[in-house]
């Protein structure tokens, strides 16, 4: 007899640690792979798993193998018409035939072993260029705020949750299920009476019979509860995380021809995690893309990552620009907002403290957060000198030089500084 | 009276998974009289079904990225609806435990029930090359202790260095096994106490191997060139377990964990056609057995037979769904044979099979099974009926000649040269090539030589190199690999040179 045994509820997960051995391995090559993802999707959607695909000749635990070559002699089934001494032209390709069941394995052209990164996944690696501190880590992937939302009906819960409308509905409709056979045969018994008393006398045994099983009847009916704890509902309330509310981030890019892809690229890392931090907390948030060489333009997000021009920079064409923006659609009663600039420092001479006091005067008293990073090898220029003194005075601006994505990370410092307490 | 069936609806319950199992027991055991280890069920999920399937279908292992990329692969094809899981894992252990999915019909639990819990089951306790290979009391054991250990050494040298060591053994794992000599018995206990004694007095012993003292050599052995090893050996990481001068004791004790485990599966490998043959003529023939007994259903049978014919389904080679031969269906097809021979004897039955004419079927079958591997067993039983049913020809693939040459086809002149082609063709030790420790240069460079013994001139694959690598890894020093032909002339030399820095990982 044998011994039967339910393991589905034993641990499921056996081969996660296997399975993180394999991420572990091929770290590089995934790392890769969400580099390549994190250009190519917009910041709103860069919190989704990704597919990685690794050549699966790195991926191969290699064996002694034959190769191809000398004496191969195969047995098939499902002979057609061949016969004994035929001699036939040798398949192309390895296969079918005369190739043998191993030609898949020694084939050039195999594909990419692909799989499916997930979310969290995705993310670790995100961050990992862009040495964040643990708590940070998990604050931007935990959600902090839980707001309840409605989720319907329960039967039971506190008092203050009952929904009147709904209990009396209930009971409504539990008294006319109760009380239907009962009411027809009162009116039953009613009708009889009627008649009855027509003909009969008021005191005969048939009349007084019928008295009283109205009577009794009636008592029935009386006896059904208005309202019964089974017709209690309540209303249904649950947890769900939930951002606050809604903020405007605004993108400012330098696209002069000094900015290359990889100056973009750190850019758009920037912008991401700027987004994500601001995510966490705001339940609606908008970009807007603003992009300036000499003079400012608001564009798509395809267009500021994607398309390139050249001549010289004035900057204060483009905070001109947000400006406005801020003024005409973004009010600041209702919007969180915040700003990120990223360049590579050039700009033209005596721009710069027109800029710094467009700064100080329109765009800082109305944002939460102004970020600035500079993509650059060299020397700082006038800009960086001008926003240096800025950064004095003004709490909520920061800046900070880059040459590598791990630069970026400190630039946010303050921003979580400043709101620990939105932070369970 | 007549018997009521014992379900009628798919849905499966525990309550009948234990009246079907009753059932088949008393055919299986009763009537067939298979002789089994005690059997366990275990219901599990898909996603348990991935899990054991992605550790080779161990219930516990130790950890390693392949069978996470195994795990991630798997996931991938099954979410995707490219592949279904296997209805059936069963592990040869004492209690042999077979795995039910949760997502099988009452029908599929009963087959499984049949062909794993009984059919392997009984291939697992009778056949010779698992009843001297491997122990199923211990194997369980041994591999919660695997586990341990290399846990243990990943928490004292870092993951990463069990990791390579493991990727170099797991790359030799198929030169792990001793071929022709009969293995020690694993047991938890033993193996514990024996490990310490091991790592101590092995570690002496190979020191005095290479012992940097120069000796003085006043005799005449000075001339006399010694010979290391004596002999080649075919157990590749047996000897650099044994002999490898820079491993750690710890190092030593995982090569041999990886040659204990490829020990453990070398028979399954030997008797794929036998063991799978077996398990579907005995579910085939429990079922059928059940139904004679009215204890099932025609619609049971129906979506049975519907089953059963997948399984056994060979595609020609000229399908597009052909991948070589089908062991379920070879197998099946050679244990139905043999019994038809001993019931109903043809005349060409009489010349090629006089020994089974005449007796008991039962008996016939059992001795096949417990007494052969998948090459020996073709080459004793494949009938002509069944090379006429499968209408096998063989193909004959010379790179010297331009065209492939068919040498013999299902008939008169063809049936024992297919019969040999096909034994061979299930003979590892020639699909894989055969390599085997040539000697160590003791005096010089202590670099290691191997030597591939050429079989019809067919040459070593491209991984030949990055195989090379892991064995000089392990090794420490530089390692040389030879390829002889027939005439035992060197016709084809690689090399790995090891790194300048005499340490290892």
């Not at chain 1, 267009?303 to 064409?317: A, C, K, L, N, Q």
Request: proline share 4%.
């Amino acid at each position: 007899m044998a011994h039967l045994i339910d393991r589905r509820l034993n641990g499921k997960n056996k081969s996660a640690v296997n399975r993180e051995r394999f991420l572990r391995r091929f770290k590089a090559q995934i790392k890769q792979s969400v580099a390549k993802a994190i250009k190519g999707r917009a910041i709103t959607d860069i919190q989704a798993g990704e597919k990685i695909s690794i050549p699966s000749k790195d991926i191969s635990e290699p064996v002694f193998q034959h190769g191809s070559g000398g004496i191969k002699e195969i047995i098939h089934p499902g002979n057609q018409d061949f016969i004994r001494g035929d001699r036939i032209a040798r398949p192309q390709g390895g296969g079918g035939g005369g190739g043998g069941g191993k030609a898949s394995n020694q084939g050039e052209g195999e594909d990419d072993f692909v799989f499916e990164l997930s979310r969290e996944e995705f993310m670790k690696v995100f961050f990992e260029d862009l040495a964040l501190p643990n708590l940070v880590k998990t604050q931007l992937l935990g959600t902090q705020e839980m707001k309840s939302v409605r989720a319907g009906f329960i039967n039971d819960g506190t008092p203050t949750n009952i929904n009147i409308v709904r209990s009396l509905r209930g009971a409504l409709s539990r008294r006319i299920a109760l009380s239907a056979p009962i009411l027809s045969e009162l009116t039953q018994a009613e009708e009889e009476l009627d008649e009855l008393l027509e003909l009969a006398e008021e005191d005969s045994f048939r009349v007084r019979d019928l008295r009283e099983k109205i009577r009794h009847l009636r008592s029935r009916l009386y006896t059904i509860p208005f309202i019964d704890p089974f017709d209690l509902r309540y209303n249904n309330r649950v947890k769900r995380p939930f951002p606050t509310s809604q903020a405007v981030m605004f993108c400012i890019m330098d696209v002069s021809g000094s900015m290359d892809e990889n100056k973009k690229d750190i850019a758009k890392r920037f912008f991401i995690l700027l987004y994500l931090f601001l995510e966490k907390q705001y339940e609606k948030i908008e970009l807007v893309f603003i992009r300036h060489h000499t003079s400012a333009t608001e564009v798509s997000e395809h267009d500021f990552f994607h398309s390139r021009e050249s001549g010289g920079t004035v900057v204060s064409s483009a905070l001109t620009l947000c400006s406005e923006v801020i003024q005409k659609r973004y009010p600041t009663e209702d919007w969180n907002i915040y700003v990120a600039q990223a360049s590579d420092g050039d700009n033209w001479d005596s721009d710069s403290s027109q800029c710094s006091s467009i700064l100080l005067e329109k765009i800082l008293p109305c944002v939460q957060y102004y970020a600035y990073i500079e993509i650059t090898q060299g020397e700082p220029q006038n800009l960086w000198h001008e926003y240096q003194k800025i950064a004095e005075q003004i709490k909520h601006f920061a800046m900070q030089k880059i040459r590598t994505a791990a630069d970026i990370y400190p630039v946010f410092r303050e921003l979580f500084k400043k709101q620990p307490h939105t932070v369970t | 009276m007549k018997p009521t069936p014992i379900s009628t609806s798919s849905e499966w319950s525990f309550d009948l998974i234990e009246k079907y199992d009753r059932e088949i027991m008393k055919i299986a055991c009763g009537e067939y009289h298979l002789d089994i280890y005690p059997v366990q069920l275990e219901i599990i999920t898909a996603e348990q079904m991935m899990d054991a399937y992605s550790s080779v279908g161990m219930p516990v292992n130790y950890h390693h990225w392949s069978f996470g990329k195994q795990f991630v692969a798997t996931e991938k094809s099954y979410k995707r609806g490219q592949m279904g899981l296997a209805y059936e894992i069963v592990i040869n252990s004492n209690p042999c435990i077979a795995y039910l999915m949760e997502e099988n019909s009452m029908m599929m639990q009963a087959l499984v029930t049949a062909h794993a819990a009984y059919g392997h089951n009984s291939f697992f306790k009778g056949n010779y090359l698992f009843r001297t290979w491997t122990d199923a009391e211990a194997i369980i054991d041994y591999l919660v202790f695997a586990k341990n250990y290399l846990a243990d050494c990943e928490r004292m040298y870092g993951i990463d260095a069990v990791e390579d060591l493991l990727d170099s053994c797991h790359a030799l794992m198929n030169y792990g096994v001793d071929r022709y000599k009969r293995p020690q018995k694993l047991s938890l206990a033993k193996e514990k106490i024996r490990q310490s004694e091991r790592e101590h007095y092995l570690q002496l012993q190979v020191n005095d191997l290479w012992r940097t003292i120069p000796r003085r050599n006043t005799d005449m052995e000075i001339n006399a060139p010694i010979r290391f090893p004596a002999e080649p050996q075919e157990n590749i990481l047996y000897f650099i377990e044994k002999s490898a001068p820079l491993l750690e004791p710890w190092q030593r004790e995982v090569i041999r964990i990886v040659r204990k485990i490829a020990q453990y599966f070398y028979p399954q490998r030997q008797t794929q056609v036998m063991n799978e043959g077996w398990a579907t003529f005995w579910h085939h023939t429990i079922l059928n057995r059940l139904y004679e007994k009215q204890l099932v259903t025609d619609g049971f049978m129906m979506e049975f037979l519907q089953s059963h014919t997948n399984v056994v389904l060979q595609p020609p080679v000229h399908s597009h769904w052909y991948s070589g031969i089908n062991p379920y269906a070879l197998g099946f097809a050679m244990y139905q044979d043999i019994c038809r021979i001993c019931r109903e004897p043809t005349d060409e039955d009489r010349a090629w099979f006089p020994e089974l004419v005449g007796k008991d079927w039962r008996e016939s079958i059992e001795f096949a099974m417990r007494n052969f591997k998948d090459e020996s067993f073709i080459s004793q039983y494949l009938s002509p009926k069944v090379i006429r049913d499968f209408r096998l020809f063989a193909v004959r693939d010379d790179d010297k000649d331009d065209k492939l040459l068919i040498p013999a086809i299902h008939d008169e002149t063809g049936y024992a040269e297919i019969r040999r082609t096909l034994s061979e063709q299930y003979n590892l030790g020639s699909r894989e090539p055969n390599i085997q420790v040539w000697s160590v240069n003791l005096r010089g460079d202590r670099s290691l030589t191997l030597r591939h013994f050429m079989h019809q001139r067919r040459p070593l694959g491209k991984t030949t190199e990055e195989v090379l690598k892991h064995v000089c890894r392990l090794w420490g020093f530089d390692v040389r690999l030879e390829s002889v032909d027939q005439q035992g002339q060197v016709i084809q030399t690689s090399e790995c040179k090891a790194p300048e820095h005499n340490s290892l990982f």
